[in-house]
């Protein structure tokens, strides 16, 4: 799937390509500043002012120009969730909670299914649509066929009523979304709900496969010898990954030189960062956020084709391939403005992908602990 490439995401994705390798200062202050990147306040304003609202509006403005918009389409309006999200500089870590006024806007603002995934995706930096949630799937039939807001929360209601038939028919997450997509009529939908309600009884089924599937092929990385059984994610020594995918043994590391509280990147790409720690929770069968498991699927395909690939690393290849994994995983494709995944387009436009991650994780992380530590012996 291809976003259309407004003004400043062509900024960002010509500043991939644009600094020197033996002067890093630029690249290091780009990642410090979250201005260079997309915000919820901004990128909310941006649409709004695509659909019509004037540029240059206030909070207040804003506010009044999308509550005319939810009186029209007869939606209830949550004044204060949006309102904190105008106030925002930085982007927020997890809504989780909130998504279902993430999709109320795109009804207010009568997108389709499409514009809706470019939306959240931009705007918010999270999965647009869970396929394994009846209401969110709902959702994304409504839009796909310009039903409103209101069909989507009876068709909702009446699912939560029925008590369907164990199929034992998970399926594959994109298999679900091709097949709500080729959905010709809301009974047919409900029909289809009812006899897959168990594929809408869990969460993150296809993302976590995945991630588990590219753990083990990256722990095959960190050595040259052939394991003498076939390895399930239990085998996986997450240390050894961290250690050559970062060239630092993030084990001498001290509770007070996490991270997340000492590392220079602005707050979203610290916050759920993929650690040892992380990635071991998951290995060992723990739930993880939406939004790290991204990150991780992310990270580990990006550390494979690396090491895969070497010199032969290309760009359109990769963003190819990392764009079907997160496409079929329920996740949105890589977005220059996120400046997380600008981290790894950056690296793989750099000619030298996995020397340049490690360069940027040494010099925006490693260097500052060590100079703590040298603070610390002084």
């Excluded at 399930?232 to 509280?261: C, E, L, P, R, W």
Aim: charge should be negative; charged fraction near 30%.
């Amino acid at each position: 799937m291809e976003y259309t490439k407004h003004e400043k995401t062509e900024a960002m994705d010509n500043k991939l390509w644009n600094y020197d390798q033996n002067d890093t200062s630029g690249r290091n202050d780009l990642l410090k500043n979250y201005e260079n990147f997309n915000s919820i306040s901004v990128g909310l304003k941006e649409y709004l002012v695509r659909h019509g609202m004037t540029e240059g509006a206030d909070t207040d403005q804003t506010l009044s120009y999308l509550n005319e918009l939810y009186d029209k389409k007869r939606i209830p309006f949550d004044k204060v969730t949006i309102g904190n999200w105008l106030k925002k500089n930085e982007q927020l870590t997890r809504q989780i909670s909130k998504r279902k006024v993430m999709h109320s806007l795109c009804f207010a603002l009568g997108l389709n299914e499409r514009e809706s995934e470019e939306f959240i995706t931009k705007v918010f930096f999270e999965r647009p649509f869970n396929f394994r949630n009846a209401y969110e799937t709902i959702c994304y039939y409504c839009l796909k066929d310009g039903l409103s807001w209101n069909d989507a929360v009876e068709c909702s209601v009446w699912f939560e009523k029925q008590s369907g038939l164990a199929s034992d028919d998970y399926g594959e997450t994109r298999i679900i979304r091709e097949e709500i997509a080729g959905t010709s009529s809301l009974d047919e939908l409900k029909e289809y709900l009812k006899t897959y309600s168990d594929r809408f009884s869990g969460n993150q089924k296809t993302a976590r496969s995945t991630a588990e599937s590219l753990l083990i092929k990256a722990y095959g990385y960190t050595n040259n010898t052939t394991p003498a059984k076939k390895l399930t994610v239990f085998d996986v020594n997450t240390n050894a990954i961290i250690k050559d995918m970062f060239d630092f043994d993030t084990t001498t590391v001290t509770k007070g030189q996490s991270f997340k509280k000492n590392a220079a990147f602005v707050n979203y790409v610290k916050a759920y960062f993929p650690s040892n720690e992380t990635i071991s929770k998951f290995r060992n069968g723990e739930k993880i956020s939406d939004d790290l498991l991204r990150k991780m699927i992310i990270l580990l395909h990006f550390y494979c084709y690396s090491k895969e690939c070497g010199d032969d690393a290309d760009y359109d290849e990769y963003t190819d391939d990392i764009g079907s994994i997160l496409y079929s995983s329920g996740f949105g494709i890589l977005y220059p403005r996120n400046p997380y995944d600008w981290i790894f387009l950056h690296c793989m436009a750099s000619g030298e992908p996995l020397k340049e991650l490690q360069s940027i994780y040494k010099e925006l992380y490693v260097d500052i602990i060590d100079q703590m530590a040298d603070y610390d012996e002084k």
